[in-house]
């Protein structure tokens, strides 16, 4: 009996035992703050729902949405420039030829063919032929202005307006608030060539490009790449602009082409950039106004 109960009583002990080790590991793991049956607590500062990295935050999309918004601002108004210069050249050359037929007047065929060569739509070229007709259609004349920016850099200003005063005026004074200097007639102009310009959106191979110059009776080209990556400049003689566009045509790339005669200079200036960026406050400034229809530099970079 003495034997039993001694045994039952070691029994209890060893039940107790391993009681206490069974508390004893639980609170253990309490105090270490896990256990093999807990999850890590979420710190508080993570509390708030963090958004996935692939995501833009509100902040970043109104950014973007700003500069997508400014971009297209440009774009649309660079697009307005130029279809008011072609509406504006094909009046005058309706006046000037006498004859609303792009065929018997030559200079309107050509125009015309230029501004499709930039975009321009059917409608705002027919708007102005038959704006060229009415007996109140105003009187455009072309304009050249010279001016002298900082760093070295200069200015040719191509204007089309029917208002010279206003004009010169309106040129005269976006300059000088920015920091440049009208140049006096020719000062500057001697330091350009005038060429023929053909802006192509792709890469052009230069040896395919010649063959195709030569089939369309192009004497005289150069090859250089564009402003943006992946285009390309084709400059050629004023006279064979024509027949470059033609030639980039049979290419298959007419589609976003565009051909123009541009002042090219003959010795480019590199300025600092705050220079540059002086300059080209100017040129922003000028290209405001609505008889500017360009602005042609000398700089490098």
């Known amino acids: 009996t003495i034997q039993l109960i001694a045994y039952d009583y070691a029994e209890q002990i060893v039940q107790y035992l391993v009681q206490t080790m069974k508390y004893a590991c639980f609170a253990i793991a309490l105090l270490s703050g896990a256990s093999a049956f807990t999850v890590p607590s979420t710190p508080a500062s993570s509390a708030v729902k963090q958004e996935s990295p692939s995501r833009l935050s509100p902040l970043f999309m109104g950014r973007a949405a700003a500069v997508r918004a400014a971009t297209k601002g440009k774009t649309d108004a660079k697009k307005a420039k130029t279809n008011a210069y072609y509406g504006k050249k094909i009046i005058m050359a309706v006046k000037q030829g006498g004859s609303s037929d792009p065929v018997a007047n030559l200079q309107l065929g050509m125009l015309i063919k230029a501004a499709k060569a930039n975009s321009v739509p059917m409608d705002n070229i027919n708007r102005a032929i038959k704006r060229a007709t009415e007996k109140d259609a105003a009187d455009f004349t ?4 010279e001016a002298y ?24 004074s976006a300059v000088s608030k ?13 330091m350009y060539d005038l060429k023929g ?5 792709a890469v052009l191979d230069e040896e395919e490009l010649l063959m195709a110059a030569i089939d369309a009776g192009v004497d005289d080209m150069e090859l250089v790449d564009g402003d943006e990556e992946g285009t390309s400049i084709v400059y050629t003689d004023p006279k064979e602009t024509g027949a470059m566009f033609d030639a980039i045509k049979a290419m298959g790339l007419e589609e976003g082409s565009k051909m123009s005669l541009s002042h090219v200079t003959k010795a480019p200036v590199e300025c600092t950039e705050e220079e540059f960026e002086k300059n080209m406050a100017i040129i922003d400034a000028l290209e405001e106004l609505d008889d500017v229809d360009s602005v042609e530099h000398n700089m490098s970079n």
Do not use: Y
């Not at 920016?149 to 005269?172: K, P």
């Not at 310009?197 to 959106?201: A, I, S, T, Y």
């Open 142 to 145: 072309e304009s050249t202005f």
């Open 178 to 190: 920015k920091g440049g200097k009208m140049a006096e007639s020719g000062s500057v102009m001697f």
């Open 197 to 201: 310009k053909v802006e192509v959106p």
């Open 149 to 172: 920016g900082v760093g070295g850099a200069s200015f040719i200003i191509n204007a089309l307006s029917d208002n010279a005063n206003r004009c010169t005026a309106d040129i005269r």
